[in-house]
């Protein structure tokens, strides 16, 4: 197993605003590997994007990390001076963003723009800068990079663009790529591209990737471990198999099918009823107990813990234990699952 | 899927920022008024180079004999004022004057406006304070403020220059602030943070270029503003003193003639009308032809 290059532990994100503080990231632990990628999935809202952002640093003005401890090659890096934390973007850490239609400076020539990290971290003069970036263009795959370095980002295309944003997120040689949501914005055929281009860099280049998106489609095409969050909460982690074939979480039941299915003809769509929790919402026990088929008295009660099924694959729900104890042990009269001392389950202790 | 391409460059480099001046350009001569005010710019500016050469008097030299001569006397196209000085070279010098004056009024208000502008757009710790100074020059009417500012340094025209520029400053601020705020949500400028730019960076070389078109607009204007106040200025006798052949000057100086030589105080009033509507139309012009969005039509 390779060694573990980002590691996230109890985040908590707050926003300071008029109602008081508010929890948008609630107490989340993950890792991402060298050469893995984890894809963080939920609706939007549900706290994905925020998550990266306090990883790279980037929240805005009135965020805060209010508790927990981001580490990256087992370094703290969230308490760095706002300079650190500077220099560690582009060359530790970088990032691409959904719209490559506006995450590209309009007035800047496309070689600009890539010569810039190249300038700021590596030290290099234009001279270098410009062979570097034509390399870098080529290594996205961009045809003619001598001539798309004296463009303009309106004289590319979509896919064109994000390759740029990509190459741009590449030449401070990171180590974590962080991508929210880079094919959203992409018709499908260039989504896919996008995505094996990803994929064949991270191989090649040996980086971590954190993958946020809410398309299962794309997360099946590109995880290795993907982790559900849902208000600002992980539900769910897993490989991406164990997620796939055995999802514990209703919500990621859900998840899963609301992604219609073309080779069933009987398929029906199951979207998963109401919407997201506001953040400041109070919700006593589980937060998704409310939109969530199979809620217990428990669930509105108390706050399921992180249950560790082995293989990876973690889960916060009532459910798993209960299921755990009609497998094991059975139910009483209700109806109701009752979960009794001896039951077997490996209470994750993290 | 191949990431590696074969690569022939095709020779195509033509400089795109030259492409953009040229569109824009393109755009500003379709409209007539702007290409007017273009060319009555253009006179100004080669007729205060060109001063000396194209008028045989100096500006200065009084010649008693000749004194208030009328328009197209002999050798005196515009005819000669009081003292005898021809009007016309008065006229060509005080182009000379009111351009200078105001290039150097206008660039030290944009120095100033987009310095504070960008610092309160940008951070949001020092807008406050920035805009609560930049309201505390608004509070005052531009010429009054000149004013004080005149008596203040005392009555000269590096004064006056200095005087307008810091009437500028609270307008040219509040727009680049303006421009600021909304360019610095955009997608760009959070890639180019997460890239490690610094705020230096990003403020000189990403969000000021985007926020060039409204700050070329209100210079242009500005000069405008700054030819009339400064003619407003002298005028009142806080400006430029005689025998200094400034336009605002020239009409004060005219006004006690207006029965016997009315063209002391037209002439140089349809100088400054001309230069002022000149600044302005191409103001306009270069508005519309900055915004792609506009219809021409």
């Known amino acids: 197993m390779k060694e573990t290059l980002l590691e996230v532990n109890n985040l908590v994100t707050e926003f300071r605003t008029k109602e008081g503080p508010v929890q948008a990231v609630r107490d989340v632990t993950f890792s991402v590997r060298k050469g893995e990628t984890l894809c963080i999935v939920g609706e939007s809202g549900c706290g994905k994007s925020i998550t990266s952002l306090s990883v790279i640093g980037l929240l805005p003005e009135n965020g805060r990390i209010a508790n927990g401890e981001v580490r990256y090659k087992g370094e703290a890096i969230h308490n760095l001076s706002a300079e650190k934390k500077r220099l560690m973007r582009g060359s530790e850490i970088s990032m691409i963003f959904q719209e490559p239609m506006t995450a590209l400076n309009p007035v800047l020539t496309v070689g600009y723009q890539l010569r810039e990290p190249l300038m700021i971290h590596h030290g290099m003069s234009k001279q270098q800068a410009t062979t570097r970036g034509i390399e870098l263009l080529n290594q996205v795959g961009i045809p003619y990079p001598e001539k798309r370095m004296n463009q303009y980002p309106h004289e590319l295309s979509g896919g064109m663009r994000q390759r740029v944003m990509i190459a741009i997120a590449l030449a401070g040689d990171p180590g974590l790529l962080i991508a929210d949501e880079p094919t959203t914005a992409l018709d499908v055929t260039i989504q896919a591209q996008i995505l094996d281009l990803i994929n064949e860099l991270k191989d090649r280049l040996d980086m971590g990737v954190m993958f946020i998106t809410h398309d299962m489609g794309v997360v099946a095409e590109v995880a290795d471990r993907v982790m559900v969050m849902y208000a600002g909460q992980k539900i769910e982690e897993g490989p991406v198999e164990e997620i796939f074939d055995r999802p514990k979480h209703p919500y990621t039941r859900g998840l899963l099918g609301s ?17 997201l929790p506001s953040l400041t919402e109070q919700i006593q026990g589980c937060r998704f107990h409310p939109r969530c088929l199979f809620a217990m008295d428990r669930c509105r009660q108390q706050v399921p813990p992180e249950d560790d099924l082995g293989n990876g694959h973690y889960v916060s729900c009532w459910l798993t234990r209960e299921e755990a104890v009609s497998d094991g042990v059975g139910t009483n009269d209700e109806g109701t699952a009752t979960r009794s001392e001896d039951a077997p389950l490996k209470v994750a202790q993290r | 899927m191949s990431t590696t391409f074969s690569v022939e460059t095709p020779q195509v480099r033509t400089k795109k920022k030259d492409r953009f001046v040229v569109s824009t350009m393109k755009r500003l001569l379709k409209n007539k008024l702007a290409v007017v005010g273009l060319i ?10 060109t001063a000396p050469w194209i008028t045989s008097y100096d500006p200065a030299t009084q010649q008693l004999t000749k004194s208030e001569l009328p328009v197209m006397s002999e050798g005196h196209i515009l005819g000669t004022d009081n003292y005898g000085r021809d009007v016309w070279t008065r006229i060509v010098y005080g182009a000379q004057i009111s351009l200078v004056v105001a290039i150097t009024a206008v660039t030290l208000g944009l120095l100033g406006g987009v310095v504070l502008g960008m610092l309160a757009g940008y951070y949001k710790k020092w807008d406050a304070v920035i805009m609560r100074f930049v309201d505390l020059l608004f509070a005052f009417p531009g010429i ?13 025209l590096i004064n006056v220059a200095i005087a307008i520029s810091i009437w500028s400053i609270p307008t040219c601020a509040r727009i680049v602030r303006g421009s600021v705020l909304s360019i610095k949500e955009k997608e760009y400028i959070m890639a180019m943070k997460s890239m490690g730019a610094s705020d230096l960076r990003i403020m000189v070389k990403h969000i000021l270029p985007n926020a060039l078109a409204p700050i070329i607009v209100f210079a242009t204007m500005r000069m405008a503003t700054a030819i009339l106040s400064t003619a407003a200025l002298s005028y009142l006798g806080l400006g430029a003193q005689p025998p200094t052949p400034e336009w605002g000057a020239m009409i004060a100086q005219g006004q006690d003639y207006m029965w016997t030589s009315p063209h002391l105080t037209v ?3 349809i100088a400054i009308m001309l230069t002022v509507f000149a600044f302005n139309v191409v103001g306009d012009g270069l508005r519309d032809a900055l915004d792609p969005n506009m219809d021409l039509n």
């Open chain 1, 259 to 275: 992604v219609p299915n073309v080779d069933d003809p009987t398929f029906e769509l199951h979207p998963i009823p109401g919407t």
């Open chain 2, 267 to 269: 002439i140089p009033g």
């Open chain 2, 40 to 49: 009555i710019i253009a006179i100004q500016v080669i007729m205060a180079l």
């Open chain 2, 144 to 156: 009054l403020l000149a004013m004080l500012i005149i008596a203040i340094l005392g009555t000269s």
